[in-house]
């Protein structure tokens, strides 16, 4: 018996291909680059993980983002279209992945407090510089010396420039 749709006759293979649904949702046709652009969960932080350095396991920099609270995203957790992507990875099971990358998440608070931490590391140091710049000013003599007291700016400001005068050819 052939199978006719419309006055034109269809194989087997494309009745069961047309019955197939479209996750259009998932469907993107810009330009990603070499990882997806998997979003995030409601209330985790996420990024991608290297688990392989050339030939090599990248044992440390597991080791160092799981320290950090960073763990693999659970396949579970995506789309049944981004499943696709599920890797196995030792100790961790199927796993979000693409090219030597795990994709890894955290929870929101603990992500705030590693940003407050770096935050504070920062402010250490920079007053431990201000510190030790004021302290080799007064070392050498201070303001005795005809020396102007050592400036110090923490703050980053960016400028534009003038607008540069093309001639007219």
Avoid: C
């Amino acid at each position: 018996m052939a199978n006719v749709r419309n006055g034109v006759h269809t194989s087997r293979d494309q009745e069961t291909r047309d019955s197939i649904p479209i996750h259009m949702d998932s469907i993107s046709f810009e330009d990603e680059g070499p990882l997806p652009d998997i979003p995030a969960r409601a209330g985790y932080a996420q990024r991608w993980v290297r688990v392989k350095k050339g030939r090599d396991e990248d044992a440390r920099n597991i080791y160092n983002s799981t320290r950090k609270g960073w763990l693999p995203r659970a396949v579970e957790t995506v789309s049944k279209a981004l499943q696709g992507l599920t890797v196995q990875r030792e100790g961790f099971g199927g796993v979000i992945g693409s090219h030597d990358m795990v994709l890894m998440e955290r929870h929101e608070g603990i992500d705030k407090a590693s940003a407050d931490h770096k935050k504070q590391a920062r402010r250490n140091l920079t007053t431990a510089v201000k510190e030790n710049l004021f302290s080799e000013h007064r070392s050498l003599g201070g303001s005795n010396t005809g020396l102007g007291s050592p400036g110090f700016e923490d703050r980053a400001q960016v400028e534009r420039g003038r607008r540069v005068s093309v001639a007219d050819d």
